[in-house]
Each structure stands twice: as structure tokens, then as C-alpha cells.
């Protein structure tokens, strides 16, 4: 099993009008590229901010963040917009955040496949999701659990090769939860989530415990 991403002594502070905020002091972790990784602790232990440093959206304040081995954080903003776009899917905690809302299932798996100019298997995918017949659904016809795996479809739609999710169950019910989990599970590319929740870190292969900085 390789290094598929790593923090390596990453500081994260951010300046607010009341003074500096440290979310992240001294962090090194490494995501293997297989299987599930998750990024557990309390609320405030800078999870969220982790996920954002691991898929490139933010730069630490400082340290190193390797893609494939490769240092991420000497490259120019539109570098890393590239990388970021062509390797590694965010899921967002809010559903709906991660989709084209007023288009369909299969045209919000389309329009990830078109972008990234890769062929459309949207029945296939779907099949994978658990989401097979619900083509030409529109988006707010899922419900809060479908449309986090229309998420994940959509990822593996544009070929991603990483997912980093962010609390993907703290919004559903515990039976859309345990979907959300079960899809997680078996997506055939490697997964980071940060969460709290005991039933996803019960799944995790490899687990970072974090502690407010
Ligand atoms: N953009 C920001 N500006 C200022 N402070 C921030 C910002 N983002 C995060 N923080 C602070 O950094 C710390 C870590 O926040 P973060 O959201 O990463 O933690 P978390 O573990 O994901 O929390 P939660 O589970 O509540 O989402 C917190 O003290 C938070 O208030």
C-alpha cells in the first residue's frame, strides 16, 4: 500500500477581528491510497480544516502537503486547481452543496463525466450507488441520503481518485446514514471522512484521532 496523500507538519491559522485561531498545529497523517481513512474528533479538533488542506482547496500557513508523493504546496494557485480537479472529489456535509440542483440524476452524472472528458455509464454508476431507476429524477426528489451518493457517483463520474467527504451522515437519518455508509464502504477508489460518528469510524481502516490545537 502507497502514500496517496500526506500532511506533513502542517499548521493552520487563520486571522479573525478577535486574533488569531489556530485549527491545526503540527498535523502529520498520511492517507494510504486504498480503503477508508477517517478523521475523527470533537467538534473544533479541526477536522473540516484538514479535509480542505488534504484536497488541496486550502494551503497551510505551513507545511508540506504531498499528492502522490509530489509537494502541493509550492505550486501555483491554477496548479493545484488542476490536480484538484482531475484527482480529488470534496463532498460537502450539505447535500444539495454538491450538486447541480434543477437538472437530473443522470445529467448531473453527465455533466461530471463531460467535465473531466471522460465516456458516461450513468446506469452503471447508478447501479453501484443503489440508485438504479432514478434516471430522471430531478435532485430534490432524493432524498438527503440519495443525493449524498448521487455525490459520490458523481466523483467516481469524473474519476476521481480520491473522495474526501465532510460529516456525510451528520445531516440523514440513521437508515439513510447506514446507506450513505455502505456506499462509502465499498467505492472502489480510496476515502477520507472526517466525522464523529461511531458508526463510521467502526468502518474506518485506518483512523487519525484529532485533539482541538
Ligand atoms: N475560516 C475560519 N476562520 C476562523 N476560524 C476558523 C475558520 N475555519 C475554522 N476555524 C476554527 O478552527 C478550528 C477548527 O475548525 P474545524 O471546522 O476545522 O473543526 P471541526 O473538527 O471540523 O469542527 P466541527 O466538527 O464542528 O465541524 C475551530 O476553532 C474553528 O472555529
Given at each position: 500500500m502507497a502514500d496517496l496523500l500526506q500532511a506533513q507538519d502542517v499548521h493552520v491559522t487563520y486571522r479573525t477581528p478577535a486574533g488569531s485561531v489556530t485549527a491545526l498545529a503540527d498535523v502529520s497523517v498520511s492517507v494510504p491510497d486504498q480503503g477508508m481513512t477517517v478523521l475523527a474528533?470533537?467538534?473544533?479538533?479541526?477536522k473540516s480544516t484538514l479535509l480542505r488542506v488534504l484536497s488541496l482547496v486550502e494551503k497551510p500557513t505551513s507545511g508540506e502537503v504531498l499528492l502522490n508523493g509530489s509537494p502541493?504546496?509550492?505550486?501555483s494557485a491554477a496548479r493545484r486547481r488542476a490536480l484538484r480537479r482531475k484527482d480529488i472529489a470534496l463532498v460537502f456535509q450539505?447535500?444539495?452543496?454538491?450538486?447541480?440542483?434543477?437538472?437530473?440524476v443522470a445529467d448531473n452524472l453527465r455533466a461530471a463525466a463531460q467535465a473531466a472528458g471522460r465516456p458516461e455509464d450513468v446506469e452503471a454508476v447508478l447501479e453501484q450507488l443503489g440508485?438504479?431507476?432514478?434516471?430522471?429524477?430531478?435532485?430534490?426528489?432524493?432524498s438527503g441520503g440519495q443525493q449524498q451518493r448521487l455525490a459520490f457517483g458523481c466523483a467516481l463520474a469524473r474519476g476521481a481518485s480520491v473522495v474526501l467527504a465532510d460529516?456525510?451522515?451528520?445531516?440523514?437519518d440513521a437508515v439513510s446514514a447506514d446507506l450513505v455508509l455502505q456506499t462509502l464502504a465499498t467505492l472502489p477508489v480510496p476515502v477520507v471522512v472526517a466525522s464523529h460518528d461511531p458508526r463510521l469510524i467502526s468502518l474506518a481502516d485506518k483512523t487519525f484521532s484529532m485533539v482541538a490545537a
Open positions: 474528533g470533537p467538534s473544533g479538533s479541526g502541493t504546496v509550492p505550486l450539505n447535500p444539495a452543496d454538491n450538486l447541480i440542483t434543477h437538472l437530473t440508485l438504479p431507476g432514478t434516471e430522471n429524477w430531478r435532485v430534490p426528489a432524493l460529516e456525510p451522515t451528520s445531516q440523514l
